[in-house]
T-cell receptor
Framework: AQKVTQAQTEISVVEKEDVTLDCVYETRDTTYYLFWYKQPPSGELVFLIRRNSFDEQNEISGRYSWNFQKSTSSFNFTITASQVVDSAVYFCAPIPGFQKLVFGTGTRLLVSP | DADVTQTPRNRITKTGKRIMLECSQTKGHDRMYWYRQDPGLGLRLIYYSFDVKDINKGEISDGYSVSRQAQAKFSLSLESAIPNQTALYFC???????????FGPGTRLTVL
């Protein structure tokens, strides 16, 4: 069975702080994909990144970076120099094997000025 | 215009009523999905369809039914609504099993 865990329910930071959101995906599958989605207060879901289980290179996109370590089953997301607009719920969502997207319970990030 | 639209955006109904939520997309994707979101539970898959002739149950299909009227349209029905179906419902599309999903704006449903 697969299990995705976002242990941090809510994180509060002050603007310009760096923040890391944790995601642990436990599976026996050797092939899978991992996604991160953002849900701002307006409610829509925004795709951020997709990685496959064979690619452990870190990914950087502007202030966002992702660190995938298969050995520890972790796919963590770091926001550098956080901004108020980063306030949202962030979901880690794996696709086990070639099955269906499974969402974690989400981490609510609050960035205050 | 939005690529994935949902109607209505908000709906309040009473227990026992039949209700239909509609989803339309202009992305040309074959795959469409219905999810519900409850506080603290993330999104859970209700039904999905890989093409017009394909309908599959998801994690929580009991109490729901769907209809894929065309490639662009996927409707979710609650035959007899109950209060614990109060939730935020999202429709999504994708062009491949492992590609990103594009989500509609959501429908907030309240069952009294």
């Amino acid at each position: 069975a697969q299990k995705v865990t976002q242990a941090q329910t809510e994180i509060s930071v002050v603007e310009k702080e760096d923040v890391t959101l944790d995601c642990v995906y436990e599976t026996r599958d050797t092939t899978y994909y991992l996604f991160w989605y953002k849900q701002p207060p307006s409610g829509e879901l925004v795709f951020l990144i997709r990685r496959n289980s064979f690619d452990e290179q870190n990914e950087i996109s502007g202030r966002y970076s992702w660190n995938f370590q298969k050995s520890t089953s972790s796919f963590n997301f770091t926001i550098t120099a956080s901004q108020v607009v980063d306030s949202a719920v962030y979901f880690c969502a794996p696709i086990p094997g070639f099955q269906k997207l499974v969402f974690g319970t989400g981490t609510r990030l609050l960035v205050s000025p | 215009d939005a690529d994935v639209t949902q109607t209505p955006r908000n709906r309040i109904t009473k227990t026992g009523k039949r209700i239909m939520l509609e989803c339309s997309q202009t992305k040309g994707h074959d795959r469409m999905y219905w999810y519900r979101q409850d506080p603290g539970l993330g999104l859970r898959l209700i039904y999905y369809s890989f093409d017009v002739k394909d309908i599959n149950k998801g994690e929580i299909s009991d109490g729901y039914s769907v209809s894929r009227q065309a490639q662009a349209k996927f409707s979710l029905s609650l035959e007899s609504a109950i209060p614990n179906q109060t939730a935020l419902y999202f429709c999504a599309t994708s062009d491949h099993e492992v590609s990103e999903q594009f989500f509609g704006p959501g429908t907030r449903l309240t069952v009294l």
